[in-house]
């Protein structure tokens, strides 16, 4: 019970937190990339699809590592 529970609970917070990013890219108030990918995290513990965006995300953004 309390691992269901648990598992609801991240499945509403990542889907409220995709959605606020969503707004995010639209209203210039909220920034929807700071929103967007922590939501996508969340989910991706729980969802194919939200893996699979994210392994697609992180190809497509360049690397910010550190160069000398």
């Known amino acids: 019970m309390k691992a269901t529970l648990k598992r609801w609970a991240k499945i509403v917070a990542g889907m409220a937190m995709l959605l606020a990013?969503?707004?995010?890219?639209?209203?210039?108030?909220?920034?929807?990339?700071a929103?967007?990918?922590p939501g996508l995290i969340l989910l991706s513990h729980e969802f194919h699809w939200a893996?699979?965006?994210?392994?697609?995300?992180?190809?497509?953004l360049p690397?910010?590592?550190?160069?000398p």
């Open 51 to 60: 893996r699979r965006l994210l392994a697609w995300l992180k190809s497509k």
């Open 35 to 37: 929103l967007f990918i």
């Open 21 to 33: 990013g969503i707004v995010g890219w639209v209203l210039p108030v909220i920034p929807g990339w």
């Open 63 to 67: 690397n910010q590592s550190a160069q």
